[in-house]
């Protein structure tokens, strides 16, 4: 669609004007006025239209004023002059300015749109030369970027084939003498919420930006060419190439640049960023090693001691480290889940956690191993419990967590803990609902539960999310059956067995309080009383003197 801007001073033809423009044919959807040359081209800066029709005559500023100013500001904009005067002047300065017709008054329906059809057509004609001329630039830059990334990314992971690929080096300046080379590796560890908040849920979109400000970064002495990396979720990979210098020299100026990176990252976008920095090479064909360096380095960055700030790998690659598997406790786990007992599944995995927590070192590439094999883990004892594979990740790590819509973002070791969290709960539900849909209900199952966990802390809706059964029909069902409430029931099977243990006088009362589920021995003392009427150690005492009796 085209815009039109009408310049006269005199209203009845500008109307003559809008009545006999056949608009609609012309594609034409905005018909413009000003009433002088002055108000014309504050409308031209304003609205930008594709085709000026001016008045030769006019107030302020006429017509050979006007085509003058739009001459030098406008140079590419299309005229036409209206005029009723034969005047030299006036056509003296159409001609010099270029106008694309020259219109006499009165006005016709005939003249009028032949002219008009005339300037749409130029404009339709430049507009397909200017988009084809787009096109191939966008086409020409799009290409080399891409092709010259497949060429970094083939040599990183020592797929290039220099005898039949040769030809190609050349595009990355291997042919230029004291070049060197090296490579920054980023990985943004809040990109999922970045990406939703600030990139409309586009994921290379952001990869995009941040590429950007790596290669906006650069300096005269070193250039950083970025991509995303498209075998490793959240990592940006950056070549930089200088000319000349020493490697230890060139190694401490990658290291600043990326700590300028990913200061301006946190700052334009709230991004979280950890990077490592490689070492230089003088030929493109040892990136591989220089890439493998700066991983390392990213890994090797303590997540105990993250605090949700960007952070640059030491290179520190410490090889003397814990290695910890949730393995042996996936048999409780298994049991936790299968009973629909989420809760004691996430003390199982908490405990394991604070292990962690208490080693001298966890690394960021501890904590890429350990997601993969939950997943791993995970998967196997899904689809032994009947979840259909369709409902489970394809992939290990946090690619096929995030095909299940599990958040996998995490910059600080307490985050991290979280998505072990958030990964448990996912496939605790897929497991319940998998059993609960081949396993009939029975209220025994209930009341056996009650009496091999009462030491826990057991809540209803543990029983009505496994059976998929209303919390009042539940009640009323276990009380018919048994003439308790399920929660009576507990109480019940609690005291019983806070009876039997407080006749032990081995045992001590904060260890019978622990060993019944309560939280501190106090807690348990008021329980007991206000179920039997008696202290604890008043029970003790009169058992002791009934046995001398």
Request: hydrophobic share 40%.
């Amino acid at each position: 669609m085209y815009k039109v801007l009408i310049i006269d001073d005199e209203e009845p033809l500008r109307e003559a004007i809008r009545i006999l423009g056949d608009w609609e044919r012309f594609q034409v959807d905005t018909v413009l006025e000003a009433t002088d040359g002055k108000s014309g081209l504050d409308m031209l800066r304003e609205h930008e239209p594709d085709l000026v029709m001016v008045d030769m005559k006019m107030p302020e500023m006429n017509g050979v004023e006007f085509l003058r100013a739009v001459e030098a500001e406008f140079p590419e904009l299309l005229t036409i002059v209206i005029s009723g005067y034969n005047d030299f002047e006036f056509t003296r300065q159409a001609i010099h300015s270029k106008v694309l017709d020259y219109l006499l008054k009165p006005i016709n329906r005939q003249d009028l749109n032949q002219a008009l059809g005339k300037a749409i057509g130029l404009l339709e004609a430049k507009r397909e030369i200017r988009s084809e001329s787009i096109r191939r630039n966008i086409a020409f830059n799009m290409s080399l970027p891409k092709l010259k990334e497949k060429i970094y990314f083939s040599i990183i992971e020592r797929s290039f084939k220099k005898q039949s690929n040769k030809a190609f080096l050349a595009l990355i300046g291997a042919e230029e003498e004291n070049l060197r080379y090296g490579t920054l590796v980023l990985r943004i560890l809040n990109m999922e919420s970045i990406r939703d908040s600030r990139f409309n849920s586009d994921t290379e979109l952001l990869y995009f930006a941040v590429a950007n400000v790596i290669n906006e970064m650069s300096d005269d002495g070193l250039q950083c060419f970025s991509f995303a990396n498209p075998k490793q979720e959240r990592e940006i990979i950056a070549v930089y190439t200088a000319n000349g210098g020493y490697p230890q020299e060139l190694l401490f100026r990658s290291e600043q640049l990326l700590k300028r990176v990913v200061s301006t990252l946190s700052s334009l976008f709230g991004i979280i960023a950890a990077g490592g920095v490689g070492q230089s090479c003088g030929d493109p064909l040892e990136l591989a090693d220089s890439y493998e360096a700066a991983s390392s380095s990213l890994k090797a960055i303590d997540l105990l001691k993250l605090t949700g700030k960007a952070v640059i790998g030491s290179g520190d690659q410490r090889k003397a480290r814990d290695v910890h598997s949730l393995t042996g406790r996936m048999p409780i786990l298994r049991s936790a889940l299968e009973a629909g007992n989420l809760n004691h599944a996430k003390t199982v995995l908490g405990e394991f956690v604070r292990k962690v927590r208490a080693s001298a070192f966890f690394g960021l590439g501890d904590a890429d191993r350990m997601v993969r094999e939950i997943v791993v883990l995970f998967n196997d004892m899904a689809l032994e419990l009947g979840v259909s594979s369709d409902r489970l990740p394809s992939f290990s790590g946090e690619r096929g967590l995030r095909s299940v819509r599990v958040m996998t973002d995490f910059a600080t070791f307490d985050e991290f803990e979280g998505l072990l969290m958030r990964v448990l709960e996912y496939y605790s539900e897929q497991i319940r609902q998998a059993m609960a849909g081949r396993r009939p209900f029975n209220v025994e199952d209930i009341k056996e539960y009650i009496d091999n966990h009462y030491y826990e802390d057991i809540k209803i809706s543990m029983f009505t999310e496994k059976y998929f059964l209303s919390r009042e029909y539940l009640m009323k069902l276990f009380k018919q059956q048994y003439g308790y409430g399920i929660h009576e029931y507990v109480q019940k099977v609690r005291m019983d067995k806070a009876q039997e243990l407080l006749d032990d006088s081995t045992l001590k009362i904060q260890e019978i309080s622990e060993m019944l589920g309560y939280k501190d021995k106090n807690y348990f003392s008021k329980a007991f009383r206000n179920y039997y009427a008696i202290s604890p150690s008043e029970y003790r005492s009169q058992r002791a003197e009934g046995a001398k009796k």
